[in-house]
């Protein structure tokens, strides 16, 4: 079992910046790759970005590429989602999640096997 604990949500205006954290416990985090995905309210979760186990490999969403960051600390079992020139429509719950495989690459939903509770971001226009 892998537990993760999202935090650093918030609100926001349009155009500043917030850093989220993917607290992880449990068996080694090291070995999976980790992915954020963002669920806004009458919508499905869709893919942010992701990041492979050892941290080499990054996958964006064309939505946030250039304004997000993914990275991600083994040494402390945290991984990271940076959110620059925020904007209106990137309002969601954020969550973070352990793929069952090391690579980064998925995209799905349902090649995460684990997943966090959620942090709400806000922005305002």
């Known amino acids: 079992q892998v537990q993760l604990v ?6 926001v205006q349009a ?5 989220l954290s993917c607290a992880a416990s449990g068996r080694t985090f ?7 995905f963002r669920q806004a309210p009458g919508k499905e979760r869709e893919f942010v970005a992701a990041i492979s ?3 080499g490999s990054t996958y964006y ?3 946030v590429k250039g304004r997000f960051l993914i990275s991600r600390d ?3 079992n945290t991984g990271y989602l940076q959110m620059n020139s ?3 429509e990137d309002t969601a719950g954020y969550y973070c999640a352990a793929d069952r495989t090391p690579y980064g690459t998925n995209r799905q939903v349902s090649s995460y096997e684990y997943w966090g509770q ?3 971001v806000t922005v305002s226009s």
């Open 118 to 120: 959620g942090t709400q």
């Open 74 to 76: 083994n040494a402390k």
């Open 61 to 63: 969403a064309d939505s």
């Open 86 to 88: 925020l904007k209106p």
């Open 15 to 19: 155009g500043g910046s917030l850093r």
């Open 53 to 55: 186990a050892s941290g």
């Open 30 to 36: 090291t070995s999976y790759a980790m992915g954020w």
């Open 6 to 11: 999202e935090s650093g949500g918030g609100l």
